[in-house]
């Protein structure tokens, strides 16, 4: 009889098979799962071939360093022969200028954008890495840096690069320290910004800035006797009126006391990637607030109120943004006094916020309308008032549920800041470019200049749309 045997150690695991792993598995499930797949996968590799074929020998023959369009040929034919074709990069050697800070804005104010721009991160990193001291401390660290360079190349006087470099190494300290203190800079930094870019005295933007403390002076002063919306109306009111009576000659005694101010740039002399920037972040910035003001008055209980915001949001979504940067441009002056001096940028600046807020506020009623009664009833059952239940339990998660949507409405306004060219601004996608190719040098220049701007703003939305995959992969609490 013979012998059974039993095997005492188990045998090591064997490979998946190599049609079953890998980028061979990758390829049978997705490219060459079916005939129809091959076919289409084939054509689509022969169309990228062909552009690639065409495209690679002009990137290929690059120029960087010529003084005109037909030095660029000239140079290009002499390195791979005649009738050959390559890009000429060399025109942003002279319009580099142009295309960041416009063709008009000052050259020796040119350091102002670029401290403006260097702190627009310091002020957002509170923002969006609250509490998280190494991603602050990378940030202002890369900041420091950027500022060091490029106010040296700028030529920057000595005392505002001082200042420059003491106050983001100041914040630095800060971010270590007590991060949190950092939103405070994140607040002043719109009245600091405007002031670097538009100039004048510095106590424009802190006057202008001391009408919010108004308004919340008088609306927490009222709000106990009166309620909370007579008292946010009453606190409005005032700050019109501080505005409108006190700031001038508040801003008039304070420049005659203590006079500092800084060259003042008009708007119209702002353009290239300034302009697109400051209307941008202008737009992101307000937009949003806004939008959640009008999502939830949309969705009020008070007809009045309910009535104003379906009526806002629905005029503003049904005209296309050409259409409000007209009105921006040429009508609304006949609405003001002939005295009027409102400057077209704010006009524009205006009115494309509250392009975005309107559809931002549609993006959070959907939102809003997909959260669980549940979640309203808690809010009901712990004693919250509307308020609180709204910024501690109800906005939180409909903010978290429409971030790409939110993310996704920014891009497209940050790309839409290419229409104020037709109101006469010099944006850099038509408005520069157009003075590229009318220059005697580089005239019969065509791509180059479109493909440098798409590039850039590629940077910028790609960057948005990859923060905010990390947003939602951070605030992601469901089961995984």
Known sequence: MAESYTRTEMLPALPPPVSQRGLVKWLNENLLST???????VLGFLFV???AWNILPWFGNSVWNAGSLAECREIVAASAGEGASGACWAFLRPWWGAFIFGHQYPVDERWRPILAFGLLFAALAPVLFAGQKRNLSIILGVVTAFLVLTLFLAS???LAFVLAILGVAS????AQMQPGKLLWFTLAYPALCFWLLWGGPIWTPIVAMAGFGVLYAVFRLASPAIGLAPAAGAGVVAAVLWWLFAETPIVGLLQSAIPIELLWVPSDEFGGFLLAIVIGVT???FSLPLGILLALGRQSDMPIVKSLCVIFIEAIRGVPLITLLFVAAFVLGFFLPPEADFDLLLRVLILVTFFAAAYLAEVLRGSLAALPRGQYEAADA??????????LIILPQALKISIPAIVSSFIGLFKDTTLVVIVALYEPLKGITHLVRQDV???GIYWEPYIFVGIIFFVF???MSRYSKYLELKLKTDHR
């Open 171 to 174: 914040l630095l300290v800060v």
């Open 156 to 158: 920057a006087p000595a």
């Open 49 to 51: 071939g062909f552009i």
């Open 461 to 463: 939305c790609f960057g």
């Open 441 to 443: 040098n580089w005239k």
């Open 35 to 41: 005939p129809m797949n091959i076919a289409l996968t």
């Open 382 to 391: 712990l004693g919250l008032d509307y308020w609180r239940a709204q910024r």
């Open 283 to 285: 737009g992101i910035t």
